[in-house]
């Protein structure tokens, strides 16, 4: 299956999410929560389990137009996909000298149902999707 569509559901719709496949180094951290910046494409992935995790996110498409993950069938049961237009994808970014020269990581997007509030963090087997991807508008 493709994870992608054309228009990202709203934040809102997924206020506490469920990570049946925690974010890599953080197997403990199960519960997060979106955080929308306003008049932003930056999200924070903030974590409930400890309130000291958190991650900046963005929507893949606006830097990326033509990114399309293809995740395996076992993600799809695991987060109980049924359509495409359940799915959200986001990329953890990474801006440690500021947005000028901020990256995303295309290998490991977060792809969340937001009908069933279950995510995961996917790693994709094709190695093309680089884990420093720098951003482009």
Do not use: K, W
């Not at 999200?43 to 498409?61: A, E, H, I, K, W």
């Not at 990256?103 to 792809?111: D, H, K, S, W």
């Amino acid at each position: 299956m493709t994870a992608t569509t054309t228009e990202a559901p709203a934040v809102e719709t997924v206020p506490t999410l469920e990570m049946v496949q925690p974010i890599l180094g953080f197997p403990a951290a199960r519960h997060f929560t979106i955080v929308d910046h306003h008049d932003s494409l930056l999200r924070t992935l903030q974590c409930l389990d400890d309130t000291d995790l958190r991650f900046l996110v963005v929507p893949p498409n606006v830097f990326y137009p033509d990114y399309a993950p293809v995740v395996s069938d076992q993600v799809v049961e695991d987060l109980e996909i049924t359509a495409a237009s359940d799915v959200l994808l986001l990329v953890l970014l990474s801006a440690p000298d500021g947005l000028a020269t901020a990256t995303v990581n295309l290998r490991a997007p977060l792809v969340i149902n937001v009908r069933t509030r279950r995510a995961a963090q996917v790693v994709l087997e094709d190695q093309d999707h680089p884990l420093a991807a720098p951003l482009q508008s």
